[in-house]
């Protein structure tokens, strides 16, 4: 599904060249669920954010199934975006403005779905997620397990092939990451593929693939 | 889509209430200024648009060398334009003022007199100059038969009620009987022909044995005002050419060069201030375009802010506008979003403001000491102006966030939670400009407060407190003796004087005068007053030379012939002259008492005065006029001579604890003498003080403004410093944490915006210095511009400011750090 070749990721200070990725090869399968791990500044971020599209500033070649990413026009690339990723972060990142039931709307609102199908979606997304009664409170109101699940529904509710989460459980205490890392194996079950970074070993359990980033490099790619 | 901008919109208002509030006030309080100044200048500009064919119609005015221009004509103009010009003008219409006292018999208010200063006596054809409606009546004959009368419809009411009054008769002093013809509808608010009577000139020549059928010869009388209107397709500005030319077949070719008469448009009378016995009382075209001036700077100082702190706080949007890219959010999207904010809140604003016009317009109405409607609705380009404002404040207010955050990458914004404040140094010029601008105005406004107090305080070289007016008509001229002797028995008077000019206010006139053995350049230059025994004693004004007028002397020379049979030649008569004219003799190496004086008007060869006399005293100088002008040289003869009697009011001098009993006291001793003829009396200080009204209304409005830019300057600066604050949330509790104090958190917070403050009174200080300057040029008394003033300013904004900006600092200094930090 995903092909990096030899991605490099570096920061050009006044001297040398200080990579934050270096020569990273990486294949992931459709149905995969990968977890990325490795020390503060290894570099599982960065590879998160250029999966995602989020950071187009790289050498290297990225594949997503037979096209190359990089020789997209931006339409197309802004609509490959849209259609198959969908974004999990540790600090939740809601809209603070925006009810539960708004925010889970929003990226149906960008992808032009119709507003009764925008109701179903997000019906069944609240009643999956037990979250009916509080579809109308604000974030603020919301403890952080439950906001994550806001965070996840907003993420799934486009349909996404693929889903990206940037230490979704850091901000979370054991119960709720427990929770939410159920949720996710019930969508890897789905069919759903999964990329997450983490801190928390406990967490890679629940995937199937487990990648150790050091400085850039990765250090070992190990099948669970 | 749309819905869920503005559900967002509305929210985020919600959410950041002293920052929406602070915002869309700002927006509103300058809207509102700018509309009413700018619809107090449109009003100001509209003056005598209204009448038909308005931009055909001229008054015939007369620029006078040495002396400016004056808004009369001579008696003799209209005929000279008739036979002259009479193909090309339409109209031709004289019009000559009087005031008089009208009384009711049969109308509601029989027994009581009431003073009128807007009779005149009108030619044919000023129905369609001044685009007359009758309302009652018929206009017919109404200009041409002796004695009859146009009244407006509010005068009508109030001598006649609801009574239709076509028919009835008014009486004017001296009996004089005037059958109503027609009732009018008064003219609107903004023309200068302000008219209450309108009466025939066939009268005029009746009352002064004027043989009917014959045009008035002389260009001094009657002072008339005269109207034109020009034909259609005639070129106005070449029959103004040609008038100087033509007027110089029938006068004295030196006079016509002194005198040159020129069409003025009738709408630029009113704009046109500073000409000679002008009608009402005209607005300064420089005034219009400061007050215009002020109203814009108010609006571009409130967008600026609108402007400035809505970008400031779309920094804090930055989260959002990550999430929402990451979530598929296309930049169009992203840009509409944030426009339709801008709209949103904008038209909050504006809606505000219009309701803030609508609360300060009696306010501002009354400080204008005018009445006009603020045309909102229906005023094409005030409309306009309100939406082009709408649109470009609310692009202006959302092209940062629409085009620079939209742009910005996703990762990166979602990366930094703690935003770098960024364009710092643009939001502290913006802080510059403004806090530059406001303090400009405190100034100008401190020094127009000071200069009219002033002038209000000022010595006028006499003791103006305490003094009386009181108008003499014919009647009580008749009576003057005995008047005098009555009055001045009454308690709390000490003098009474009967003279022609009020001291402190009118100057006197102005006919030629010559000193013997001296060449005077201007012709003007030396006023005429005529004043009686002792007037200077009880004035307060010192005789430094000679004697004053007394009635141990034969002051008041003889007649020795009756020029034409008509006017009288006096010789042997006595002169007293101020300090002034003293020195003008004095220059040419003259003795200044017992030189002998001339007094004399000729009109194309023919003497209509000629007064001789010799000097008997020298007065100090004194302000006979207001001090925006300079004392000029004075003649005083004696009020009553050989030939007649000058005076025209009687100046009472009141002890100390003078009231209104004391009034009623001096009314009753009046109308003993000459009952039925009113005592019509006002106070002389007060009068002073009117003619510096307009100053005051200036310094009022400048100050009124200077307030509100100010407020809105520190509104726009709370909004930055709230947003600095909150930029600055992560550091400031980190500093605490590592032990910074509270003085020390808030003097390092403050100072990064007191500092742009006093750069920007570096800059306002020396711009109000020259403005100011420039200003008080046209007084003949000013204020000095001292240091005082700087200080004033410069304390007034920086307290202002700092007050705004510690109540944020201390605020954000005192908070808990560990919430603060805590913040991922």
């Keep these: 599904m995903i092909q990096l070749k030899e991605i490099d990721k570096y920061i050009e200070s006044r001297f040398q060249r200080i990579f934050i990725l270096k020569g990273i090869n990486l294949t992931i399968q459709q149905g995969e669920f990968l977890t990325l791990m490795g020390p503060s500044g290894a570099g599982k971020s960065t590879l998160l954010n250029i999966i995602g599209m989020l950071d187009e500033d790289y050498d290297g070649e990225y594949f997503f199934g037979e096209k190359n990413i990089r020789k997209m026009k931006d339409k197309e690339r802004s609509n490959l975006h849209k259609s198959e990723f969908g974004y999990i972060f540790q600090a939740y990142h809601l809209i603070d403005e925006l009810t539960v039931y708004e925010n889970i709307e929003t990226p149906l609102l960008y992808r032009n779905v119709a507003s009764s199908e925008r109701k179903s979606i997000i019906a069944d997304l609240l009643d999956r997620f037990n979250m009916v009664a509080k579809k109308d409170l604000f974030p603020a109101q919301l403890s952080g397990g439950q906001q994550q699940l806001v965070g996840i529904a907003r993420a799934v509710a486009g349909r996404p092939s693929l889903l990206l989460a940037d230490e979704p459980t850091g901000n979370l205490h054991s119960t709720q990451a427990k929770e939410i890392m159920e949720v996710f194996q019930e969508l890897h079950k789905e069919g759903t593929t999964i990329i997450q970074a983490t801190h928390a070993r406990e967490n890679a359990d629940y995937g199937t693939r487990l990648i150790n980033l050091l400085d850039g490099k990765i250090e070992s790619d190990e099948q669970l | ?824």
């Design chain 2, 1 to 824: 889509m749309l819905k869920n901008y503005l559900k967002i919109a509305w929210r985020t208002l919600l959410r950041q209430r002293i920052f929406s509030l602070i915002n869309v006030l700002g927006l509103a309080i300058g809207l509102a200024c700018f509309l009413l100044l700018a619809s107090y200048v449109k009003f100001e500009q509209s003056y005598d648009s209204f009448q038909e064919d308005s931009d055909r119609i001229f008054r015939v005015s007369q620029h006078v060398r040495d002396f400016g221009n004056s808004a009369w004509a001579g008696g003799a103009v209209a005929p000279m334009l008739r036979k002259e010009f009479g193909e090309q003008l339409e109209e031709i219409v004289s019009l000559i003022q009087i005031n008089t006292y009208l009384k009711s018999v049969d109308g509601i208010n029989p027994e009581e007199s009431f003073r009128e200063d807007y009779f005149f006596y009108a030619e044919p054809g000023f129905e369609n100059i001044a685009g007359l409606k009758v309302l009652q009546g018929s206009l017919k004959g109404a200009f041409d038969d002796p004695f009859s009368l146009v009244l407006t419809r509010s005068k009508a009411k109030h001598y006649f009620g609801d009574e239709n009054p076509v028919g009835k008769v008014l009486l004017a002093t001296g009996d004089i009987a005037f059958e109503v013809k027609a009732v009018v509808e008064d003219l609107p608010a903004n023309t200068h022909m302000k008219f209450d009577f309108l009466s025939s000139v066939s009268t005029f020549k009746n009352l002064n044995n004027f043989p009917q059928n014959a045009d008035f010869g002389s260009f001094w009388w009657p002072q008339t005002f005269t109207y034109v209107k020009v034909k259609e397709g005639q070129n106005a500005q070449a029959i103004s050419d040609r008038i100087p030319e033509i007027n110089g077949n029938y006068r004295d070719p030196a006079e016509t060069k002194n005198y040159q008469y020129y069409l003025q448009p009738i709408q630029s009378i009113h704009l046109q201030s500073g000409f000679g016995g002008e009608w009402t009382a005209g607005v300064d075209q420089k005034t219009l375009w400061i007050f215009l001036s002020i109203g814009g700077f108010v609006l571009l100082l409130a967008c600026i802010n609108f402007i400035n702190l809505a970008t400031a706080r779309a920094i804090r949007r930055m989260k959002e506008i990550g999430v929402r890219k990451v979530n598929g959010a296309k930049r169009g999207q992203l840009m509409a979003q944030f426009l339709a904010e801008a709209f949103l809140t904008n038209a909050f604003a504006l809606v505000l403001g219009l309701i803030l016009v609508g609360l300060a317009q009696p306010i501002f109405t009354s400080m204008l000491d005018l009445s006009f409607e603020v045309p909102l609705f229906s005023d094409s380009s005030l409309i306009g102006i309100v939406l082009a404002v709408w649109i470009i404040s609310s692009l202006l207010a959302g092209v940062f966030p629409a085009f620079y955050l939209s742009g910005l990458r996703p990762d990166v914004i979602l990366k930094n939670s703690q935003i770098s404040g960024g364009k710092a140094l643009l939001r502290k010029s913006l802080v510059v400009f403004q806090f530059a601008l406001s303090s400009l105005l405190v100034f100008c406004a401190g020094v127009a407060y000071m200069q009219h107090t002033f002038l209000r305080t000022s010595d006028m070289g006499f003791d103006h407190q305490g003094l009386l007016t009181v108008k003499l008509g014919n009647a009580a001229k008749a009576q003057i003796e005995p008047l005098k002797s009555s009055l001045e028995q009454q308690s709390g008077v000490v003098s009474v004087n009967a003279i022609s000019n009020a001291p402190g206010l009118e100057g006197g006139w102005n006919p030629s005068v010559a000193f013997r053995g001296v060449e005077i350049e201007e012709a003007f230059s030396i006023y005429v007053q005529y004043v009686d025994e002792s007037y200077f004693e009880n004035l307060g004004v010192e005789v430094i030379a000679g004697r004053e007028f007394s009635l141990d002397f034969q002051d008041q020379g003889e007649v020795t012939e009756m020029m034409r049979g008509q006017f009288p030649k006096m010789e042997n008569l006595g002169v007293v002259v101020n300090e002034s004219a003293a020195a003008i003799i004095a220059q040419a190496g003259q003795e200044t008492l017992g030189n002998a004086v001339r007094i004399y008007t000729d009109e194309n060869g023919n003497l209509f005065s000629d007064y001789n006399g010799n000097i008997v005293g020298v007065v100090e100088d004194y302000h006979t006029q207001d001090l925006k002008t300079t004392i000029k040289p004075t003649v005083f003869l004696p009020v009553k001579n050989a030939a007649f009697d000058g005076s025209n009011i009687l100046l009472i001098r009141t002890g100390n604890g003078f009231d209104e009993a004391q009034i009623t006291q001096l009314k009753n001793a009046w109308n003993q003498i000459i009952p039925g003829i009113p005592f019509d009396y006002s106070f002389l200080d007060e009068r002073i003080a009117q003619n510096y009204a307009q100053e005051a209304r200036t310094g009022n409005l400048l100050g009124a403004f200077a307030i509100l830019t100010l407020l809105i300057s520190c509104l726009g600066l709370l909004g930055l410093s709230i947003f600095t604050a909150e930029t600055k949330r992560k550091e400031i509790g980190i500093r605490k944490v590592l032990g910074a104090s509270v003085q020390g958190i808030i003097s390092q917070l403050s100072k990064e915006f007191i500092y742009p403050v006093i750069l920007a009174l570096l800059i306002a200080f020396p711009l109000g210095f020259y403005l100011m300057s420039q200003w008080l040029e046209q007084f003949a008394t000013k204020v000095n511009i001292s240091i005082g003033f700087f200080l004033a300013t410069g304390m007034t904004s920086l307290v202002f400011a700092w007050l705004t900006v510690t109540w944020q600092s201390w605020k954000a200094a005192t908070s808990n750090p560990v919430k603060s930090i805590k913040s991922e």
